[in-house]
C-alpha cells in the first residue's frame, strides 16, 4: 500500500483540503467556506478519515491564516492566536487535527507554507534560498524559507505590517489596519483598495489610476524585504497580486527603488524571472502543506 | 602546538587585526588606519606572517566593509565590490590575503561577522535566532545569522537601505544617500545627523531634539525588521547606535510603532532583554572574523 500525505490550506474565507503526494499525484481535493471552528474543522477530519483509518494517510501539513503559535515547547502550539475573525481567536487546529485523526500534523503559516511549496516542488526554486512568497489579497502576507526551513525566529515573519513611505499628499488614504493604520496592508490590500476608491478590486478597470498606486506600495514593501533578506527569488501571489499587469509595474517599481545599489544581474537584466507568479498557481499554500507533512513525516 | 585564528575587521576608516581563539583567549591585537588597499593589507599580512610561518595559525577570517562578493561560484568572490571609497572599489581582498598567507580565509560583511560572533561567542545567545546586529555610525549596517549560519541569498543584506516613512513637515532634511536620498542610512547614519544639524552626533548634547528623532527613524527600521525577519534578538551596534539613552528610547519606539501586533513577551515586557548593546563591546566585527575562521576550518 503506497503512502499519501494530507495537506489543508486554512483560510480566513476557505478550506482547501488535499490528499495526494504532490503536485502531480493529487487522489482527492476538497473546498469549502470557513465557518464556525466545530464545523470546519470537523469537514476537515471528515475528508482525511476515510485515508487514516486505511492507514495510507502518513501525516497531515496545515496552512493557516494567523498569526499562529508555531512555539513546539508552547502550551498553545498550533493555535491560530489573535486573529480578529469571529470565533477563530485561540483555536486549537493543530492539536484538534492531532486527536481526530492520530497522525503527526504539520503546522506553519499559510505564507511560509506556499513559500516552502514553491521552493519544494519547484525544480527550478530548490536551489534558490531564501525564498519569499508574498500574497496580497485580504491580507498582505509573506512567507520566508532560508537556508531549506521556513523561517520561524520569535513567531513569524509579519511583512504585511511593514512601515513603508506614505506620500499623504498624493494619497490622503489613511489606511485600514487596526494597528498600524498606514502600514503594508493598511494601504495596499484588497480592502484598503476597496475603501479608497469606493469599489472592490476586481472591479477596478486595468486603466485606473488605483493600480499603478498599488504597484508603487508593492514594489517599495519588495524593494525593503530585498534589502532585508536578500532573497534569491520573490513569488507574488494573491487576488490582488496577481492582476493582470500589475506584476510589471512591480518589477520596474523595485528596480527604480533599489536605483542601482544591489549589484546582482536578478535585479539589474532579469528582473522576470526575479519576481515571479507562483509557478504552483493557486496551490502554491496546500501543496506547500502536503510538503510541510512529507518532511516531519521524513524527520520523524 | 596549539592551533590560534585570525581576525580582521576591514572597516572603512580602520583596520583591526587579533590572533587567538576567542573573547579569552586574545593572543595579539592590532588596529591601523584604513589607507591605500597595498599597504593596509601588506600591514595585515605582516602582522598575521609570523604565526602563519611557524604553523599556528590554522584560518583567518574576514569581517569585510562592503558591499562585497559572498558568492563562492563567481570570480570576484571575495572581493569589495561598488564602495564609493576612493581606490577601494573592486579590491581583491580575499584572494589576496589567501595567497600572502596560503591559509583558508573566511569572508563575510561586517555585520554579518558581528552577528555570527555575537551569536558563537555569547552562550546566551546560542540558541536565539535568527539574531540581527544592526550598526548605526558612519553608515547603517545590518547583518543576520539565520539558522546559526549568516545570511547571504542574493548578496547580502542590506538594510541600512530601506526606505521608511518619512515625515518632510517635522524633518524637511532631504536625506544624505546618494542612491536613495531619504532611506534609513539617508536620514539616520552619522553623516546624516551631522549635515542635518550642523554639527557631529557626538558633539551633540543628550537632550538636543537630535536623539529623539534619531531614536524614531532607527525605531521605525527595526520594527520592519522584525516583521520582515522575526528575529529572537536585536543587537545594537556602532558609534551612533551606542550613544547613552538612545537604547531606551529606540525600545520604546518599537513597541509604539509595533503597538501591541507581534504578541510575543519579549517585545511586550522583556524589550530591555530583546534589543541589546553588543556583548562583546566593540570586538563584535573581529571576533565575529575569528569565529568564521574556526567555522571554515571545521568544515574543511
Given amino acids: 500500500?503506497?503512502?499519501?500525505?494530507?495537506?489543508?490550506?486554512?483560510?480566513?474565507?476557505?478550506?482547501?483540503?488535499?490528499?495526494?503526494?504532490?503536485?502531480?499525484?493529487?487522489v482527492n481535493e476538497i473546498r469549502f467556506p470557513t465557518a464556525h471552528p466545530d464545523k470546519t474543522i470537523k469537514k476537515a477530519v471528515d475528508f482525511f478519515q476515510p485515508y487514516a483509518r486505511s492507514g495510507e494517510l502518513a501525516a497531515v501539513g496545515v496552512a493557516a491564516f494567523g498569526p499562529?503559535?508555531?512555539?513546539?515547547?508552547?502550551?498553545?502550539?498550533?493555535?491560530?492566536?489573535?486573529?480578529?475573525?469571529?470565533?477563530?481567536?485561540?483555536?486549537?487546529?493543530?492539536?484538534?487535527?492531532?486527536?481526530?485523526?492520530?497522525?503527526?500534523?504539520?503546522?506553519?503559516t499559510d505564507v511560509n507554507a506556499a513559500a516552502?511549496?514553491?521552493?519544494?516542488?519547484?525544480?527550478?526554486?530548490?536551489?534558490?534560498?531564501?525564498?519569499?512568497?508574498?500574497?496580497?489579497?485580504?491580507?498582505?502576507?509573506?512567507?520566508?524559507?532560508?537556508?531549506?526551513?521556513?523561517?520561524?525566529?520569535?513567531?513569524?515573519?509579519?511583512?504585511?505590517?511593514?512601515?513603508?513611505?506614505?506620500?499623504?499628499?498624493?494619497?490622503?488614504?489613511?489606511?485600514?489596519?487596526?494597528?498600524?493604520?498606514?502600514?503594508?496592508?493598511?494601504l495596499a490590500s484588497g480592502p484598503a483598495m476597496a475603501q479608497r476608491w469606493g469599489q472592490s478590486a476586481e472591479t477596478l478597470p486595468g486603466d485606473h489610476p488605483a493600480w499603478e498606486l498599488e504597484a508603487e506600495y508593492i514594489a517599495l514593501a519588495l524593494a525593503n524585504?530585498?534589502?532585508a533578506l536578500s532573497p534569491q527569488r520573490i513569488v507574488l501571489g494573491g487576488g490582488v497580486g496577481q492582476h493582470p499587469g500589475l506584476l510589471e509595474n512591480v518589477r520596474s517599481g523595485v528596480q527604480r527603488q533599489l536605483n542601482g545599489y544591489i549589484h546582482s544581474a536578478w535585479i539589474f537584466e532579469n528582473i522576470a524571472a526575479y519576481i515571479v507568479p507562483p509557478a504552483l498557481g493557486s496551490r502554491s499554500g496546500v501543496l506547500g502543506a502536503i510538503a510541510l507533512a512529507i518532511d516531519l513525516r521524513q524527520s520523524i
Same sequence: chains 1, 2.
Avoid at 500500500?1 to 493529487?26: H, L, Y
Avoid at 508552547?74 to 483555536?91: C, H, L, M, N, R
Fill in 225 to 227: 524585504l530585498i534589502c
Fill in 116 to 186: 516552502f511549496g514553491e521552493q519544494y516542488w519547484v525544480e527550478e526554486n530548490r536551489s534558490l534560498d531564501p525564498l519569499i512568497y508574498m500574497t496580497v489579497g485580504t491580507g498582505i502576507g509573506v512567507g520566508v524559507v532560508a537556508n531549506g526551513r521556513p523561517l520561524h525566529g520569535l513567531v513569524h515573519p509579519e511583512a504585511g505590517h511593514m512601515a513603508i513611505p506614505h506620500d499623504k499628499q498624493r494619497d490622503p488614504f489613511p489606511g485600514v489596519c487596526p494597528y498600524h493604520g498606514d502600514c503594508l496592508e493598511g
Fill in 1 to 26: 500500500m503506497s503512502q499519501v500525505f494530507g495537506g489543508i490550506e486554512a483560510g480566513g474565507t476557505k478550506f482547501v483540503c488535499m490528499v495526494g503526494d504532490g503536485p502531480e499525484g493529487v
Fill in 68 to 108: 499562529v503559535d508555531l512555539n513546539l515547547a508552547s502550551p498553545t502550539y498550533g493555535f491560530i492566536t489573535t486573529t480578529p475573525k469571529p470565533e477563530w481567536s485561540q483555536v486549537d487546529l493543530q492539536p484538534r487535527l492531532r486527536r481526530a485523526l492520530s497522525l503527526p500534523i504539520a503546522f506553519d
